[in-house]
């Protein structure tokens, strides 16, 4: 049965339709990704790179999110058409602050992890 009850051009009479052309979630993906999988080796190793990246680039928006809330509720007091002296002296020194702590955290992890790999 097609979108508005008519028939869909190719299928069969004993085929059964979901009433949408989207592929459901875990449909040819998934049997790719465990195909890859069982390559093991480059291809493996390949997917378990771009995840991993993946992974960074969602970590790196999360923290501009939150960065981009917090200092906007701690500076911004009421929107208008242009940012007062106080608010963008604000906001610059707020996004310093940030970024200073963040490579403060980043840096002893790294020291960490270093000490413990050791």
């Not at 390559?39 to 771009?50: E, R, V, Y």
């Not at 809330?69 to 500076?75: M, N, R, S």
Request: proline share 1%; net charge negative; with cysteine.
């Amino acid at each position: 049965m097609g979108l508005f009850g008519g028939t869909v051009e190719g299928s069969s009479s004993g085929d059964s339709y979901s009433g949408s052309k989207l592929r459901s979630y875990g449909g040819g993906e998934a049997d790719s990704f465990s195909s890859s999988q069982d390559l093991g080796g480059a291809a493996g190793g390949d997917i378990q790179a771009q995840v991993a990246m993946e992974q960074q680039k969602l970590q790196f928006m999360n923290q501009v999110h939150h960065l981009n809330e917090t200092c906007w509720d701690l500076c911004v007091g009421n929107p208008s058409s242009s940012l007062s002296g106080r608010e963008e002296t604000c906001l610059n020194n707020c996004v310093d602050r940030f970024i200073d702590t963040t490579l403060l955290i980043t840096n002893r992890f790294a020291q960490l992890a270093q000490k413990m790999g050791r």
